[in-house]
């Protein structure tokens, strides 16, 4: 007896009842699965350019951008918040841009106890190289796709979820 072809169908049918029994005629499902898909393809495709034409990766980028946005510099607790990483691989990334100079790392001066995260002149030149080809690729893969009305929309119902997971 294969195990792998008489549960699949139980499974199947148990993953069924269980989504069914907590989103009520499924409301909101198909939504929610476009959300995740769309996110993950346009994260793998933005990841994928920006290294082919950069050699940066899309999570290296990422902290590099929340660290100009902030003017420069960032505690690690609210670039850690701010970033699309866990905080055990932001403090991995982080030390792998010390070592490549793009960030300096030092601890506060406030309490000593906290560490910030500081963009270099050479994070800001690798930046300055590569907003321009990340930018028209998400333009590309993402606003191109959409209009003026689907663009508001999209920006106020997520901005809506934001709000409600930030500030319960």
Request: charged share 25%; aromatic share 2%.
């Amino acid at each position: 007896m294969d195990v792998h072809e008489n549960s699949t169908p139980d499974v199947a049918a148990l993953f069924d009842r269980l989504v069914e029994g907590s989103l009520p005629g499924r409301r909101g499902e198909p939504a929610w699965r476009a959300l995740l898909q769309a996110h993950a393809t346009l994260m793998r495709q933005l990841d994928t350019d920006l290294r082919a034409n950069t050699g940066l990766r899309l999570a290296d980028f990422d902290v590099l951008a929340q660290l100009a946005d902030a003017g420069g510099q960032l505690r690690m607790t609210e670039l850690a918040a701010r970033a699309l990483l866990s905080r055990s691989g932001l403090t991995r990334r982080v030390a792998r841009l010390v070592e490549e100079g793009l960030v300096g790392r030092a601890s506060a001066s406030e309490d000593g106890r906290g560490v910030v995260v500081t963009l270099t002149d050479a994070g800001i030149a690798r930046l300055t190289e590569t907003v321009p080809a990340h930018l028209h690729d998400v333009s590309k893969l993402f606003v191109e796709r959409l209009d003026d009305q689907e663009l508001n929309v999209l920006e106020t119902a997520l901005g809506k979820v934001i709000v409600h997971c930030t500030f319960g």
